[in-house]
């Protein structure tokens, strides 16, 4: 009679540890999805069976939630972090996924979608994703979301009111010059923030200058390049607006680079609230937006559509609020 296969042999034939096939089975992240496909494949091959294998051959049921991100940057580990919270104690465990290396191309939540959909999670939350809509064999959610007109379920901030309140602060302070520097066009968070920009500016009776925005692409070298480009001008502006916090602590250093004191010659407001924007060596004035309570909304939201019941809305958009610190001031005389 066939002996009963063993985690043992599993480790074995897979050519890993046995802790690496436990963390396979059992769903836990901080392995290589390749390895956990193999080791998967393996255990199957054998006849294997834990409490993950057995109850995902059967039921195609894992406990898992994946969490999508094309980088581990400050944002979407706060994210993270409001998702891991939420799901501590619960029956769910949870799993981080970066798409940083295909990049290169749009739609990389699809590719990973399809290799973990089914076989490793029951369900995904996407962060800043690069599609508008993805279809898959689990309940998808996305944490700012992608332009367009979208059918999944989203939660995100008020990225519109959040911009505008920012502006009319820096307009409040006297300055008429602010410059905006942009983020990722494709997100609806930068374009609620540039027109959030552009509505504040309006409303105080100033007139938009396109040449005072430039696109920084939610990205620290765009934003330096957009940063030189404002701050090289001969009439630049008095005050910067920009779109995250990670660009406005871009323009704060190349405005040092370009001897030019912060807040007494430039002012510079943020958004986001990073844990970063506070600990600056010049703590940012900035908005914040509730990116842990936005990743725990995410997580009740998919855990939701995964018990098959129907929320009572699936487009959740989180308060925003300015946090005055010390990079802004009146200009100078």
Known sequence: ????????????????????????????????????????????????ESSLVASSMRSRKTGVIGVLVADFEPFSAEILKGVGSALSGSRYDLLAYSGSNQLSSEGWERRSLSRLSGTLIDGAIMVTPTVVNVTADVPIVAVDPH??????????????????DATRFLMGLGHRRIGFVAGRPDLRSA???EAGYRRALSEGGLPFDQSLVEVGNYDPEYA???????????????????????SAI???????????QVPGELSVVGFDDIPEAARHGLPLTTVHQPMSRMGASAAALV???????????????????????????????
């Open 303 to 333: 855990v939701a559509l995964m018990n098959g019941e129907t929320p009572e809305t699936t487009q959740l958009k989180m308060p925003t609020r300015l946090i005055v610190r010390t990079t802004t001031a009146p200009p100078a005389a």
């Open 1 to 48: 009679m066939r002996r009963r296969a063993t985690i043992l042999d599993v480790a074995e034939a897979a050519g890993v540890s046995v802790s690496t096939v436990s963390k396979a089975v059992n769903g836990r992240y901080g392995i290589a999805v390749e390895t956990v496909e193999r080791v998967l494949q393996v255990a199957r091959d054998l006849g294997y």
């Open 191 to 193: 374009m609620a923030r």
């Open 147 to 164: 332009t367009g007109r979208a059918d999944l379920p989203t939660v995100e901030a008020d990225n519109l009111g959040g911009a505008r």
């Open 224 to 246: 330096r390049k957009a940063a030189h480009r404002l701050l090289n001008r001969p009439d630049r502006p008095t005050a910067v607006f920009a779109a995250n916090d990670l």
């Open 250 to 260: 871009v323009v704060i250093a190349v405005a040092r680079e370009l001897g030019i």
